[in-house]
């Protein structure tokens, strides 16, 4: 691991702890300018792909939904941790299954399940960008349905 203030690639781990979502954190200590810092370590997994709509095949990246969700949290939750924790509750539930390939209408299905449970104004932000509308009438009356189906969500 480089140090973040000297770029030394010789580092000792002081204290490991487990985080949840199997995670680590280690507090680091640079052996060159005796700097003090935290690291997260997180497994990655890099045997699922993605199917895109057009049929495209790529590799399952975690970042794609957290940016998604911050983009559609945008006014409201600027909070990084409260994002990682949404990315990291919708990532362990799409692959709980263990898949080898997801659809990304999957992904953006759980993520609208997180979003409408979290945000209603977000889910709303993300449902229009997820889905395809025909036009503004179609998008009312979708969001109408919701509103049916889940009381006063949207």
Do not use: W
Request: include cysteine; glycine fraction near 4%; charged fraction near 35%.
């Amino acid at each position: 691991m480089h140090c973040p203030q000297c770029q030394h690639d010789d580092t000792r781990v002081l204290d490991t702890r487990s985080q949840e979502a199997q995670a680590i954190k280690r507090r680091r200590q640079c052996a060159a300018c005796g700097f003090r810092f935290s690291t997260l370590e997180k497994p990655i997994r890099e045997d699922v792909s993605v199917e895109k709509r057009d049929g495209r095949i790529e590799e399952f990246d975690r970042q794609k939904i957290a940016a998604s969700l911050q983009c559609a949290l945008k006014k409201g939750y600027r909070q990084r941790d409260v994002v990682d924790a949404l990315a990291d509750q919708i990532v362990s539930k799409l692959l709980a299954t263990k898949p080898q390939r997801l659809t990304s209408t999957q992904i953006g299905e759980e993520v609208m399940r997180c979003l409408k449970d979290f945000d209603a104004l977000a889910y709303v932000r993300y449902l229009s960008v997820h889905r395809t509308f025909a036009d503004l009438d179609e998008f009312r009356k979708r969001i109408g349905n919701e509103e049916k189906k889940h009381g006063d969500v949207v």
